[in-house]
């Protein structure tokens, strides 16, 4: 009995995240384009147009904030201004500390 208990336990499932159906590992993969066409109208309309200078620099602090981080840390906060910046499946797992007039709140971006 006692064994059974012990292999129930680890065999703890836990839930794939999903966008519109397609799973987190290949949004990664996905092109761009191919990403716009599962976002809403107006998310579309933003990349359709393209990202300009300060949320592009945003992404690029962020990739190198996860690149510096060693295996298995949480990366830096990365401080921003933009607070309307759409969430794109390569910002997962990071931090973001978005001011809001008076202080930076951290937000950390999580697959769900």
């Known amino acids: 009995m006692a064994e059974a208990e012990e292999t129930l336990k680890k065999k703890r499932?836990?839930?794939?995240f999903t966008f519109r159906g397609v799973?987190?590992?290949?949004l990664l993969d996905?092109?761009?384009e191919?990403?716009?066409?599962?976002?809403?109208?107006?998310?579309?309309?933003?990349f359709s147009?393209?990202?300009?200078?300060?949320?592009?620099?945003l992404v690029k602090k962020l990739r190198k904030a996860k690149?510096?981080?060693?295996?298995?840390?949480k990366p830096e906060i990365v401080k921003t201004h933009l607070r309307n910046m759409i969430i794109v499946p390569e910002m997962v797992g990071s931090i973001?500390?978005?001011y809001n007039g008076k202080t930076f709140n951290q937000v950390e971006i999580k697959p769900e």
């Not at 499932?13 to 794939?16: A, S």
């Not at 191919?34 to 933003?46: C, K, N, S």
């Not at 147009?49 to 620099?57: E, I, V, Y």
């Not at 690149?67 to 840390?73: M, S, T």
Request: proline share 9%; hydrophobic share 35%.
């Open 96 to 98: 973001v500390g978005v």
């Open 23 to 26: 799973d987190l590992d290949q």
């Open 49 to 57: 147009r393209g990202l300009k200078r300060k949320p592009m620099a």
């Open 67 to 73: 690149k510096e981080a060693p295996p298995g840390e």
């Open 13 to 16: 499932t836990f839930r794939k």
């Open 34 to 46: 191919q990403l716009m066409e599962l976002m809403h109208a107006r998310a579309r309309r933003r």
């Open 30 to 32: 996905m092109p761009n």
